[in-house]
């Protein structure tokens, strides 16, 4: 209720009118908060042992959407992700999940720290178990985004399976292009690189920071520059 609007109702109906409406707010607040509950908790599913943990700050949006959750842990907003110079906190850097019309399948023990935002529409989105994914990622799917197991997800990654606007180059109406994304196992990909449409990234690859990687990417490989080549093949890595 702004302030111009609560002189005019205490102007026509005094102070109980005030009261009134603050009520009638209340309620509102109350009950889109309660369906919102019982909404998102119908369509969160749990298989197996699995556990979910969602900080109250995380802003869930889930339209005719579903999070299958297959064992392990699920958090969301919960862990802290830190980054060159601070740390992302889940009392200022909110985890933000908007889904329509699709799925996100959570297989095994899964982190997003504060910060991370995902948006499907028509798609499915899959994480493997043991992956973490870091503040500041975006991950935006309108087909299939699939991020293998044991994956380290930086800040400011962005993955996409789409250009994001209709595009034409030879002249011919323009159209979304749509293209899956798969991740292999145990990748890790750096500082704000980027993971382009219809890239398929192998087992144990590296991506640099900055990268924008807009093909394949060898298993065992490090990826790195503008666009992404490989240019180092072999590579092993631990946290």
Not at 9 to 23: D, E, Q, T, V
Not at 105 to 116: H, T
Not at 192 to 199: D, E, N, S, T, W
Request: aromatic content about 8%; proline content about 3%.
């Amino acid at each position: 209720m702004n302030l111009r609007k609560t002189f005019t109702i205490r102007k026509r109906y005094g102070m109980p009118g005030i009261l009134l409406s603050a009520c009638f707010m209340l309620i509102k607040l109350f009950l889109r908060r309660i369906s919102r509950f019982f909404v998102n908790r119908r369509s969160v599913i749990l298989t197996g042992n699995a556990r979910v943990g969602i900080h109250h700050l995380t802003r869930l949006d889930l339209q005719n959407s579903r999070i299958i959750i297959e064992g392990g842990t699920f958090k969301a907003g919960i862990d802290y992700g830190y980054y060159d110079g601070g740390m992302f906190d889940s009392r200022r850097d909110v985890c933000r999940l908007h889904f329509i019309n699709s799925t996100l399948r959570i297989k095994g023990d899964v982190s997003l720290y504060p910060g991370v935002q995902i948006f499907a529409k028509d798609a499915e989105i899959i994480i493997g178990h043991g992956t973490k994914i870091n503040g500041g990622v975006q991950i935006n799917a309108i087909e299939r985004i699939e991020i293998g197991g044991d994956c380290r997800i930086t800040q400011g990654v962005i993955i996409r399976d789409n250009d994001g606007h209709r595009i034409s180059t030879d002249g011919r109406c323009p159209e979304m292009i749509r293209v899956p994304v798969k991740i292999g196992d145990h990748c890790w990909l750096g500082q704000r690189a980027m993971i382009l449409k219809g890239v398929t990234i192998g087992d144990y690859a590296v991506i640099a920071a900055g990268a924008v990687v807009t093909k394949d990417v060898p298993a065992g490989s490090l990826a790195a520059g503008v666009p992404g080549k490989t240019i180092y093949d072999h590579v092993e890595w631990e946290d």
